[in-house]
């Protein structure tokens, strides 16, 4: 049918439309809802904050707060677009000193929910209420209460049923919650949060003056001892905060908790310094844990270049990069877990003669011939072939147990003498690849058989980590776990895999969560596709094999080797680094100068 060209096609939308266009940026589930109020209430200076929530956020979000509270007016302005007492004129935009500061979270919020405020100023004899329903106001008057306010958010996406539809189980959405209140909490160690779940107190975290005591509260009191200071200056440039030992490690990034201006974000220039000053240490596939504070100048950093604020952007990123790396490398340097920096060595990543390099991951490489380089271009797709030479100890026909054993080098490394020479066998790769070809082939097979504690263990785990670990219950089974929920704050642990028996549970449990963390995408129901399982195999094998620098009996090294021959054959273990390195007769004689 024809139209009138000259007929308007432009028009206005209606306040309520935009309104709920304005919530599809800013409210993403409800750990978005709690997010806005959280740093509202940050905003008017609380130092106190409760926090509740039902059914995930879907039933209910209420956030109270001690803070400046506001008069009848401000109250009505707050919920009117692009309302905000926080900036002025648009140079505030380059030096943002607030949490919030866009005026658009409390209309966006209450068009797609029904929203209660109520609030009193300081010093003001009465306070304020107003309710509102899918962005109408329904109700305003005078009302009673304590200086601060209280906003309740009921039925979020109740009036946009194609939004709702997309909200997870209460579990997953209550993760989401708490996963971002402990990253705040983590953040303003002076302000006491109190969080109450399913009309039930859940979590607890009162103000310290101590950084490392609200660690030890959010995370857990094992994890903060695994930590050690970092901070570095660089002009008005300053970074503190906390990074593990290199013996402390995780199998995913979900440790990283990095803040700008005490504002959580998700950097790419943050992460990528802080995990390159730890590339020669920690193996690859292996992660920190680490909490950087940076604090730069408002005008030296953009927070207005995502709706959620998550990402910012650098006026020097080169600086701010720069910066991380000293820290990092200081606060490892420190301790003496590497070595100095400034010391030689060759193109190759090899020491010089008679000269080991301290610590580093590269120490595996330097034994095998090959440099760290060339691991990361084979593990990218370079000809096989080059690498394989360099690194694969014997055909594949070789008998382990048939070897003449001579005994442990370094309390890390087996010495067995073949017909030509020499077999080093690194003993935690070794027994890295038997657990987990073990626990591969019974879940493979059916599943893997538990073998019950004598003593059921409790284990404390971040909230976000025990609802995953509880909706993973029944796949953890065939993995060999049998765990439970016990409370708000921890699991309980009933068996765990027969072929780890010996084994710390709650060590397991904690890098069993951690690749949950890491598989989250996938759901519980990742854990039953077989990729997945190999990477959690991967993962307990390497926490539960033996150790480098564990003294072995010679009963014990003589079984591993037996070991090494039940299990299909492999050069590396599940993490690529080798099981066994030859040094032949013609390599012996060259050293000697015989050739």
């Given amino acids: 049918m024809d139209t009138d060209p000259d007929a308007p096609r432009i028009r206005l939308l209606p306040d309520d439309l935009v309104d709920q266009i304005a919530a599809g940026e800013v409210v993403e589930r409800p750990a978005s809802v709690v997010k806005e109020l959280v740093e509202n209430a940050l905003d008017a200076g609380a130092a106190r904050i409760r926090v509740e929530v039902r059914d995930g956020g879907a039933s209910l979000i209420a956030v109270t707060d001690d803070g400046s509270g506001m008069g009848a007016e401000d109250a009505r302005r707050a919920l009117e677009r692009h309302a905000t007492s926080k900036i002025t004129s648009g140079a505030d935009l380059v030096r943002i000193r607030t949490f919030g500061f866009r005026g658009e979270a409390l209309p966006a919020i209450a068009s797609v929910s029904r929203l209660r405020l109520r609030t009193r100023a300081r010093g003001a004899a009465e306070g304020f209420e107003l309710r509102i329903e899918g962005g109408k106001v329904i109700e305003a008057r005078a009302a009673g209460g304590p200086e601060g306010t209280r906003i309740e958010v009921a039925d979020l996406f109740a009036n946009v049923p194609a939004r709702r539809k997309f909200l997870k189980s209460a579990a997953t959405e209550w993760g989401h919650v708490a996963e971002w209140l402990a990253r705040a909490a983590l953040a303003l160690p002076s302000v006491h949060f109190d969080i109450q779940h399913d009309d039930r107190p859940a979590l607890s975290w009162p103000a310290v003056s101590d950084p490392i005591e609200r660690v030890a509260a959010v995370l857990s009191e094992r994890e903060a001892e695994g930590l050690v200071p970092a901070r570095a200056t660089e002009g008005a440039l300053r970074i503190e905060g906390f990074v593990s030992r290199p013996d402390v490690q995780r199998s995913n990034a979900a440790g990283l908790h990095l803040f700008v201006n005490r504002r959580p974000v998700r950097d790419r220039l943050l992460r990528h310094a802080l995990l390159d000053a730890y590339r020669d240490v920690l193996p690859r596939g292996r992660y920190p844990t680490a909490l950087l504070f940076l604090e730069v100048p408002p005008e030296a950093v953009d927070v207005n270049v995502h709706p959620a604020k998550w990402e910012v952007r650098f006026a020097d990123p080169a600086a701010v990069h720069r910066l991380v790396a000293r820290a990092v490398r200081g606060a490892l340097e420190e301790r003496r877990w590497i070595a100095a920096s400034g010391g030689v060595t060759s193109p190759a990543g090899q020491a010089p003669p008679g000269q080991v390099r301290e610590a580093g991951s590269g120490s595996d490489w330097i034994l095998a011939g090959a440099s760290l380089a060339d ?38 490394y087996l010495v067995a003498e073949t017909r030509d020479g020499l077999l080093l066998i690194d003993q935690h790769a070794a027994h890295e690849r038997v657990l987990y070809e073990g626990l591969r082939a019974a879940w493979r097979e059916g599943g893997v058989a538990r073998q019950p504690l004598l003593l059921t263990e409790t284990v404390e785990l971040a909230p976000d980590r025990i609802a995953r670990v509880a909706e993973a219950a029944d796949s953890l089974l065939r993995l060999g776990f049998e765990v439970e929920r016990f409370g708000e704050r921890a699991v309980a642990v009933r068996a765990i895999p027969a072929l780890l028996t010996g084994h710390d549970p709650v060590s397991l449990l904690r890098d069993l969560a951690d690749q949950l963390d890491g598989a989250r995408s996938g759901g519980a129901g990742a854990l039953r596709d077989p990729d997945a399982a190999d990477a959690l195999f991967a993962s307990l094998a390497c926490h539960a094999a033996r150790r480098a620098g564990e003294r072995l009996e010679p009963r014990e090294q003589q079984a591993l080797l037996a070991a090494l021959d039940t299990i299909p054959f492999a050069p590396t273990c599940p993490h690529g680094r080798p099981v066994a390195v030859p040094i032949g007769r013609s390599e012996l004689e060259r050293r000697f100068g015989r050739s």
């Fill in 375 to 412: 691991a990361d271009r084979a593990a990218e797709g370079a000809p096989a072939q080059l690498f394989a030479e360099r690194i694969a100890p014997a055909s594949p026909g070789v008998r382990f147990a048939e070897l003449r054993l001579l005994g442990q080098v370094l309390a890390t």
